[in-house]
């Protein structure tokens, strides 16, 4: 049983974390010896919120005859993993992170341990909820006493049970599973009952969110620029997960001298048909539209099945077509982006993960949804024009780095990015208390 928070300790700072951040009740209002605590609750429940779009997948030759040598960006990207996993010191940790802090539940193994038993759990597009925590385990920001805590983290994996029917997460228990987990630490910890957390469980709001995401800083990948019940919190955009040993994997069987023999690539689901009763089309009709109008072109590599070793062909390409599917986003924009492929974003108002660290404008094309059947005199005016300054651009280690998970936090990885962003809202936070108290 965790002791009540000492009043001068760190200026009773608190936030809460269980995928998810919340923002503690604004300053209460007693007037002698407490400064308020923020609290945020950190949230992967994006599972809850968004499309499962698993449609990456894979095949190993090649129709078109385009050659495009891209050596340098292949030796960039080894740089990049070949270079020492070090630990950042924790000096460094603090002048970047504002000094923030974070405070990990130790949660019977039933809630996330256990899960581990199907190697897919660490490996799949949304295990980004197991890679932060065993980043965060094995980082200096996290601390071993509550007090001195900026967030707190409850470790709770609720896309790990894979469906038997078609492999996709399915995320039914999710509630229950969050539900036993927020009982447990409000019966046996002070920190959870002060945010008036345990009153989140059966409240939602009339658009299906819970109420408690209204005080959230939610992480999803999930991102639009549109009007979306997921956006109506403040959220960070994070990217889904990639394996940063596949994409190892896949550098060292490339070719040494970096040869790209595909023009445009994209491999995965392109309905030809509606794709329900209702009559709509998979996809917004995009990716109908780009097999029908270049499945016969020989500078189109498009194949609508799956393939496990596609990454094989990501790193052969010059352009990575990177469409809409039921979701604005899938793995293989990050994919693209560390094998060295430019992705061609068809996503009408999609956001993007980490724009502060990640250049999207200057790595990347964007197409709208209605000139995809422009697509190909698109990626040839890019190609006689700046495509060797985009390339350049994508040979940047820091930008790969940006967009991969690692069990240990390096500087400038995905973790570091979330925190980073974290640790932007505590400091506005502070700044708001002080202005409102003065």
């Known amino acids: ?128 909820e197991v890679a932060i925590h065993k980043a965060l385990m094995n980082s200096d920001v996290r601390t071993m006493d509550p007090l001195e805590a900026d967030f707190f983290f409850v470790p709770v994996y609720v896309s790990c049970n894979f469906s038997t029917v078609n492999g996709f997460p399915a995320i039914g228990h999710a509630r229950s599973l969050i539900s036993s987990a927020v009982e447990l630490i409000s019966s046996e910890y002070p920190f959870w009952n002060r945010s008036r957390g345990s009153d989140h469980e059966d409240v939602a709001i009339a658009d299906g969110v819970p109420e408690i995401l209204r005080r959230s800083i939610v992480l999803q990948t999930f991102g639009v620029k549109y009007q979306h019940p997921c956006q109506e919190v403040e959220n960070v955009v994070i990217p889904p997960y990639v394996s940063p040993e596949s994409v190892r994997s896949t550098l060292a069987k490339s070719p040494a001298n970096g040869r790209r023999d595909i023009f445009a690539f994209f491999r995965g689901k392109m309905e030809v048909h509606p794709k329900n009763v209702s009559g709509r089309f ?36 010059v352009f990575c077509l990177c469409p809409l599917g ?19 974003i068809i996503a009408d108002g999609i956001r993007l993960p980490f724009p502060s660290a990640v250049r999207w404008p200057e790595i990347s094309l964007t197409v709208a949804e209605g000139d995809v059947g422009k697509l190909g005199s698109i990626l040839e005016h890019v190609a006689a024009t700046n495509l060797s300054a985009i390339q350049r651009n994508l040979m940047d280690p820091a930008v790969s780095r940006a967009l991969l998970f690692n069990d240990h936090v390096q500087d400038g990885d995905a973790t570091w990015q979330v925190l980073r962003a974290l640790s932007g809202e505590l400091h506005r936070s502070r700044r708001r208390s002080r202005v409102s108290s003065e």
């Not at 779009?53 to 095949?59: A, D, N, P, R, Y």
């Open 1 to 128: 049983m965790a002791k009540e928070p000492n009043k001068q300790t760190r200026n009773n700072r608190g936030f809460y974390v269980k995928m998810r951040f919340i923002h503690r009740r604004q300053a209460e209002k007693a007037f002698c010896y407490r400064y308020s605590k923020w609290v945020l609750w950190f949230s992967l429940s994006f599972y809850f919120l968004s499309y499962y779009l698993i449609t990456h997948h894979k095949s190993p030759n090649s129709l078109s005859k385009t050659t495009v040598s891209l050596s340098k960006s292949l030796l960039a990207s080894r740089a990049l993993f070949e270079s020492p996993d070090k630990k950042i010191p924790s000096s460094v940790f603090a002048g970047q992170l504002n000094d923030t802090r974070v405070y990990v539940y130790d949660l019977p193994s039933r809630y996330n341990a256990d899960w581990l038993s199907s190697e897919r759990c660490s490996n799949h597009l949304f295990a980004s």
């Open 282 to 317: 998979y996809s917004k009709r995009v990716r109908t539209v780009i097999w029908e109008k270049y499945g016969g072109d020989r500078r189109f590599y498009l194949k609508r099945h799956r393939f496990p070793g596609y990454q094989s062909e990501i790193v052969r390409s």
């Open 326 to 344: 039921w979701a604005p986003w899938s793995p293989r924009l990050v994919e693209s982006v560390v094998l060295g492929c430019v992705p061609v």
